[in-house]
């Protein structure tokens, strides 16, 4: 660096530092593709797990001949959609297990005035600032 002037060594340190730092920025550049790769291709073998076990669990079970299903279908009040059936039938499965039995389904008559849930949102929403 000897014999060189003050403006050419101020261009030497500038192109020095420009191509360190695009240097360091490909660098990281490649790196952070490296990884998205990475965690791409974990995400999607985790994801052909998953729907290879919906798959599966889709599949209805092989019932042999001599076995029926002998569970009697549940007591449903009037006036309750079969809808609203399978989702307690299937949140009660999804708690109990397979041994579980929904055996009716009936509405619970409230008394006069609002639920407990319905007072509690009635006070939440109208109490004063």
Do not use: C, D
Request: glycine share 10%.
């Amino acid at each position: 660096m000897e014999g060189m002037s003050t403006g050419e060594l101020a261009v030497v340190v500038l192109v020095t530092g420009l191509v360190i730092v695009f240097v360091a920025l490909i660098a990281l550049i490649l790196i952070i593709k490296i990884y998205g790769s990475v965690v791409h291709g974990v995400q999607e073998a985790h994801r052909q797990k998953q729907q290879e076990k919906l798959a599966a669990l889709s599949q209805p079970p092989a019932v042999p001949a001599a076995q029926t299903n002998t569970k009697p279908a549940p007591a449903v009040e009037a006036g309750i959609p079969g809808e609203v059936v399978a989702a307690i039938s299937a949140a009660v499965y999804s708690v109990m297990g397979e041994g579980a039995t929904v055996v009716s389904v009936r509405r619970i008559p409230h008394a006069q005035g609002r639920s407990a849930w319905g007072q509690a949102g009635v006070f939440a929403n109208t109490r004063p600032f």
